[in-house]
C-alpha cells in the first residue's frame, strides 16, 4: 500500500486532486483509515492515476476519464482531440467573421436625407428562414425571389401597370417565429385594386414620406459576412440618432439601382418621422 502523498509524487496529481477523484468516485483509494481519514493506494492504482493526470492535463472531461479506466484512453484522448480540432475550426470561422464585421464598419459611409413622392406598388410575398442554414439556402431563395418577381413584372406589363422603375423588398414578421416575410415589390403606374392578380399579389401604395438612404456597389453587399447587419444599414441608423428622428417600423427596404453605364448599386433605406 502507498500513503496518498506517494501517490500525489508518483503521478503528479496533486493530494487535492486525488482527494477530489476519491469523492466523485474517479480513483478511490484501495483504503480509508476509519479514525484519522488517511487513504492508502493500491500499488495497481498507480497506473491509472498517471492516465488520469495525462488526460486531464489534455482538457479530457471527467466523464470520458471513467470511461478510459475502463477501456482504451488512446482512443478516449484521440475522439477527444477530434473535438478540440473541430471546435477550433469553429473558432477560427468566428474570429474570421468578427474580422471582417469589424473591418466593414470602418468603412465610410454617405447617407442622404430625402423627401420622396407617394409611390404605388404591387408585390408578392415569400416566406423564408430568418437564419438560412447554409448558401445553399440564401441560393434558392434567391431562385424562387428572381422566380417570383419575373412573373409579377410580366402580369404588370400585360395590365399596362408597370414596372415604372427598379423593384425593392423588404422584410416583416412571418407566420411563425422562425420565419420572416420577404415582401418582393415593383413600383406601378398607378394603384391597384385590392385583389388584383389573385390572392398571392398584394398591391398598396408607399405615402409622401421623408427617407434616410443609401448607396454602396452591389459587389460590396458580398462582402459581408452572411447573418450579419450590413453597415451600411447601421449607418443609417446612426444617422437617425444624430439626426434625433425615429425610423418607422418595417420600413427598412432594399432596391438595385443601375444608372446608365455604371454598375449596379444597392440603395438603402428608410422611413423616418
Excluded at 495525462?54 to 482531440?81: F, I, K
Excluded at 477530434?82 to 471546435?87: A, K, M, N
Excluded at 404591387?122 to 439556402?137: E, H, I, K, M, S
Aim: charged share 30%; aromatic share 4%.
Amino acid at each position: 500500500m502507498v500513503s496518498i502523498g506517494e501517490v500525489s509524487s508518483m503521478t503528479g496529481l496533486s493530494v487535492k486532486a486525488l482527494r477530489h477523484y476519491d469523492d466523485t468516485g474517479l480513483l478511490r483509494p484501495a483504503e480509508v483509515d476509519p479514525v484519522s481519514r488517511y487513504r492508502r493506494y493500491g500499488v495497481d492504482q498507480v497506473r491509472p492515476g498517471v492516465v488520469v493526470r495525462a488526460l486531464r492535463d489534455a482538457g479530457v472531461p471527467l466523464r470520458e476519464v471513467a470511461q478510459a479506466l475502463e477501456g482504451d484512453p488512446a482512443d478516449v484522448l484521440a475522439r477527444h482531440r477530434d473535438r478540440v480540432l473541430r471546435e477550433r475550426e469553429r473558432e477560427d470561422r468566428a474570429h474570421d467573421t468578427a474580422r471582417r464585421v469589424l473591418a466593414t464598419l470602418t468603412a465610410p459611409v454617405d447617407v442622404v436625407e430625402r423627401t420622396v413622392p407617394a409611390l404605388p406598388y404591387a408585390g408578392r410575398v415569400l416566406v423564408v428562414d430568418a437564419d438560412p442554414d447554409d448558401a445553399a439556402d440564401v441560393r434558392e431563395t434567391d431562385a424562387e425571389a428572381n422566380a417570383l418577381l419575373g412573373d409579377l413584372a410580366a402580369a404588370l406589363q400585360e395590365e399596362g401597370a408597370g414596372p415604372v422603375g427598379p423593384f425593392w423588398t423588404t422584410m416583416r414578421p412571418g407566420p411563425r417565429p422562425e420565419q420572416v416575410e420577404l415582401v418582393l415589390c415593383w413600383p406601378t403606374v398607378r394603384p391597384l385594386p385590392r385583389g388584383w392578380g389573385g390572392d398571392d399579389v398584394e398591391t398598396g401604395e408607399l405615402p409622401a414620406r421623408r427617407e434616410l438612404a443609401v448607396r454602396l456597389p452591389a459587389a460590396d453587399v458580398d462582402d459581408v459576412p452572411p447573418g450579419v447587419v450590413h453597415p451600411a444599414a447601421l449607418a443609417l441608423f446612426d444617422a437617425a440618432a444624430a439626426r434625433d428622428v425615429e425610423p418607422l417600423e418595417g420600413s427598412l427596404r432594399q432596391t438595385v439601382v443601375v444608372a446608365d453605364g455604371d454598375v449596379p448599386r444597392v440603395e438603402l433605406s428608410m422611413t423616418v418621422a
